[in-house]
């Protein structure tokens, strides 16, 4: 059981990329979904969240009014449009599923590999 990401890439500060995360299998079905980040030399926090209704969204106050987090359920999968992108952006993004309430506070059940964002200034 995999979470496959996707979608990294580098861009120039203004710009903006979309991040895409699909659940290998119907495990995850139930599941709250997310993003992460890490940024060199910091710890790992949250980015956005995503209930599996869809029907409830939670951002990080950086990233407020500049990503958008939304989900498939038909694919299982969730992605992160993120627009406006800034330098301090740059880290390599991770999606999880698990509980929602979990997943905004930090934790996660389950993971996928990270893809790598570079905003250059």
């Known amino acids: 059981v995999q979470l496959q990401a996707s979608g990294g890439g580098s861009v120039q500060a203004g710009g903006f990329l979309r991040l895409s995360c699909v659940a290998s299998a119907r495990t995850f079905s139930g599941y709250g979904m997310g993003w992460f980040r890490q940024a060199p030399g910091k710890e790992r926090e949250f980015v956005a969240a995503i209930s599996w209704s869809g029907g409830s969204t939670y951002y990080a106050d950086s990233v407020k009014g500049r990503f958008t987090i939304s989900k498939d359920n038909a694919k299982i999968s969730v992605s992160l449009q993120m627009n406006n992108l800034k330098p301090e952006d740059t880290a390599v993004y991770y999606c999880?599923?698990?509980?929602?309430?979990?997943?905004?506070?930090?934790?996660?059940?389950?993971w996928g590999q990270g893809t790598l964002v570079t905003v250059s200034s």
């Open positions: 999880a599923a698990g509980g929602t309430r979990a997943i905004v506070a930090g934790t996660s059940d389950y």
